[in-house]
């Protein structure tokens, strides 16, 4: 039942896609029943229209009726357009094992623009989870200009509700911030280690985008 829905992640990117969205927070409650949607938009467009664009794309996906009343816009306008859309996607992952190591690599876009970062560990589970997490940031200080401003403090896998969440704890240069990201593990576990982390660094990137 919940592959044929999808999960809050899913529905996230699918509205993130539609035109004039550029990200989007669906909350849904513990019997998996959309409860909150929160879209981040451009003004350009009608408050009204991005609405139904919503519940058609929900509807045409996951054939699922969303309520409007559930459904909340905020529009920015074209001046603070570039810094509300500076966040980073998690565009693929590969990995490679050879023997007791793992190298892996992480593709990250933001618009047209793709990131590759890389990393080298060993092929325990422990160490595979780290392996994509500091990958994933490697690929986070290529989009920075080869600037580190995420160090990565830790990434595991808690159970919740009977559910597997990944969550990934990283700190921002140089003052240190604590930021926390986490990810439900399904449908893919190791995709799920990389979007922790743009869960917890991507609205820091924002503001770094700001003062650039």
Same mark, same amino acid.
């Given at each position: 039942m919940e592959e044929k829905r999808g999960t809050a992640n899913d529905w996230q990117a699918l509205i993130s896609k539609l035109g004039g969205? /550029?990200?989007?927070?669906?909350? /849904? *409650?513990? =019997?998996?029943?959309?409860?909150? &949607?929160?879209?981040?938009?451009?003004?350009r467009r009608n408050v009204k229209s991005i609405v139904r664009d919503v519940q058609s794309a929900i509807a045409a996906r996951y054939n699922v009726d969303v309520d409007y009343h559930i459904i909340s816009v905020a529009q920015v306008s074209p001046g603070m357009l570039a810094s509300a859309n500076y966040r980073l996607?998690?565009?693929? &992952?590969?990995?490679?094992?050879?023997?007791?190591?793992?190298?892996?690599?992480v593709s990250l876009a933001r618009d047209a623009e793709q990131y590759l970062g890389t990393a080298i560990g060993s092929a325990a589970p422990f160490s595979r989870m780290r392996c994509i997490a500091q990958a994933t940031l490697d690929a986070?200080?290529?989009?920075?200009?080869? =600037?580190?401003? /995420?160090?990565?403090?830790?990434?595991?896998? &808690?159970h919740s509700n009977g559910r597997a969440i990944v969550v990934?704890?990283? /700190?921002?240069l140089p003052e240190m911030t @604590?930021?926390?990201?986490?990810?439900? =593990?399904? @449908?893919?576990?190791?995709?799920?280690?990389?979007? *922790? &982390?743009?869960d917890a660094i991507n609205r820091k990137l924002s503001l770094y985008s700001q003062e650039d």
């Open positions: 969205v /550029f990200s989007a927070h669906v909350v /849904f *409650s513990e =019997t998996q029943e959309p409860t909150e &949607i929160h879209v981040l938009a451009s003004n996607n998690y565009s693929g &992952i590969h990995m490679h094992t050879n023997g007791k190591e793992v190298e892996v690599s986070v200080k290529a989009c920075t200009g080869g =600037t580190a401003v /995420f160090e990565l403090a830790s990434t595991e896998t &808690i990934s704890q990283v /700190f921002c @604590p930021l926390v990201g986490c990810v439900f =593990t399904d @449908p893919d576990p190791d995709a799920a280690v990389a979007q *922790s &982390i743009l």
